[in-house]
């Protein structure tokens, strides 16, 4: 599981992956943009429109571990 407040391409969790999937092969998840072009805003706005808050993040760690 990653998080990060920005591009998931090429990003965190995509250096995660690449690591971890080398060691053993599990299910990863990356909370973050997914394929849009970055805006510009308040970052909370930012945070809410891309499901990046807080609780976004508590619902895709109970996600994955389901």
């Known amino acids: ?31 973050g943009q997914h394929d849009t072009f970055g805006e510009s805003g308040k970052p909370g706005e930012l945070r809410e429109k891309y499901g990046m808050t807080a609780e976004d993040i508590v619902q895709a ?6």
């Open 1 to 31: 599981m990653t998080a990060e407040e920005h591009s998931v391409i090429g990003g965190l969790g995509s250096a995660v992956a690449e690591v971890v999937s080398a060691a053993c092969p599990v299910r990863i998840t990356m909370v």
């Open 61 to 66: 760690v109970k996600k994955v571990i389901k």
